[in-house]
């Protein structure tokens, strides 16, 4: 179970929250120009890393709030919540902490070495 920590309400189960995809997706300066290809991937096409990852989370049962969070998807744990209107993180604050370069951590993920 995850406890996620709303910016407005405090820790909540994660059963309170929704997530909203990828944040900081930037909108075409200049829609007009965009051809259907360019706009279908500004619409539909996110990146899904394994590792650190920006993405918007809403406290829809609760304070009803959008947030921003930074979450390590390979081991779920959530990094960093920070309000919309807040600097987002410098990546560097989280990638100097991964335990393994994809960031899983040392148990529990199948990334272990054979001693012989
Ligand atoms: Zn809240």
Not at 78 to 94: A, Q, V
Request: hydrophobic fraction near 30%; aromatic fraction near 12%; charge should be neutral.
């Amino acid at each position: 179970m995850l406890i996620i920590n709303c910016p407005y309400c405090g820790e909540r189960d994660q059963s309170e929250f929704s997530n909203g995809g990828q944040a900081h997706v930037a909108r075409p300066s200049d829609p007009e120009k965009l051809n259907d290809k360019e706009w279908s991937e500004y619409v539909f096409v996110r990146s899904n890393p394994k590792g650190i990852f920006f993405e918007r989370w809403v406290h829809s049962h609760g304070c009803r709030k959008w947030f921003n969070a930074v979450r390590n998807t390979a081991t779920d744990e959530i990094l960093k919540i920070y309000k919309l209107n807040e600097k987002p993180p410098s990546l560097d604050e989280f990638t100097n902490n991964l335990k393994t370069p994809s960031g899983e951590p040392e148990l529990g993920s199948g990334n272990f070495t054979v001693k012989k």
